[in-house]
């Protein structure tokens, strides 16, 4: 069974510039998070999906961030305008029960 | 609110000492998880264990060992004869259901094991 996947897992842009990071649950998972740890900081949660739907997105920092996850499946996270704060690794998880969360590899992002 | 604290922020050890790793947890929740996790260089998430709040035995796995201590509100973690390849940030973590089980992380410890 093939892991949550995260694409890129790199990515540099410049300020102002907009990016799009991606996670592929593992199938089945009707559950999916996105967490966030900044340079030198705790990881900190963004938002939960429960199928298409968001549960809780208290975490999302401003409306810079946008998540959406088509059909319950895939998620993507839409950071417009990224700023120089956005830069650090972009986590996703994903459940079936919701104690137990599988992590991606996790997309850096580097903000210049 | 849940609060994780990890106060070591970095610890550095010669090879094939032993390190403990602190983790204190807050929480209004009667049933809750903690959860250990690793992060070496490469930058994934690597899962280490989970235990929930009913379960206060203490578990060993090969070098690693966790106490969890209610009376405390603790779940440290315990390397043995550590190695180089242990180095890497460990993240403690609390999970409860009135958070839809979202992850409450600590701010980690850089472990720097020394040849």
């Known amino acids: 069974e093939a892991g949550v996947t995260q694409f890129p897992s790199h990515s540099v842009i410049e300020k102002g510039q907009t990016v799009t990071l991606r996670c592929d649950p593992i199938?089945?998972?009707?559950?999916l998070y996105w967490y966030r740890r900044v340079m030198g900081k705790e990881i900190k949660f963004l938002l939960h999906?429960?199928?298409?739907?968001?549960?809780?997105e208290s975490g999302m920092p401003n409306n810079r961030f946008l998540a959406e996850r088509t059909g319950g499946t895939y998620s993507t996270l839409k950071v417009q305008p990224a700023e120089l704060e956005d830069s650090g690794v972009y986590f996703c998880?994903?459940?079936?029960?919701?104690?137990?969360?599988?992590f991606g590899p996790g997309t850096r992002l580097t903000v210049t | 609110a849940q609060k994780v604290t990890q106060a070591q922020t970095e610890i550095s050890v010669v090879e094939k000492e032993d390190v403990t790793l602190d983790c204190v947890y807050e929480?209004?929740?009667?049933?809750?998880?903690l959860f250990w996790y690793k992060q070496p260089p490469s930058g994934e998430l690597v899962f280490l264990i989970r235990r929930n709040s009913f379960d206060e035995q203490n578990e060993i796995s090969g070098r690693y060992s966790w106490n969890f201590q209610k009376s405390t509100s603790s779940f440290n973690f315990t390397i043995t004869a550590s190695q180089v390849v242990d180095s890497a940030v460990y993240f403690c973590?609390?999970?409860?259901?009135?958070?839809?089980?979202?992850?409450?992380w600590g701010a980690g410890t850089k472990l720097i094991i020394k040849p």
């Open positions: 999906f429960v199928k298409e739907s968001k549960q809780d």
């Open positions: 998880a994903s459940s079936h029960s919701e104690v137990e969360q599988y």
């Open positions: 929480t209004r929740d009667t049933t809750y998880y």
């Open positions: 973590a609390l999970s409860v259901m009135d958070s839809n089980y979202q992850l409450i």
């Open positions: 199938s089945g998972h009707d559950n």
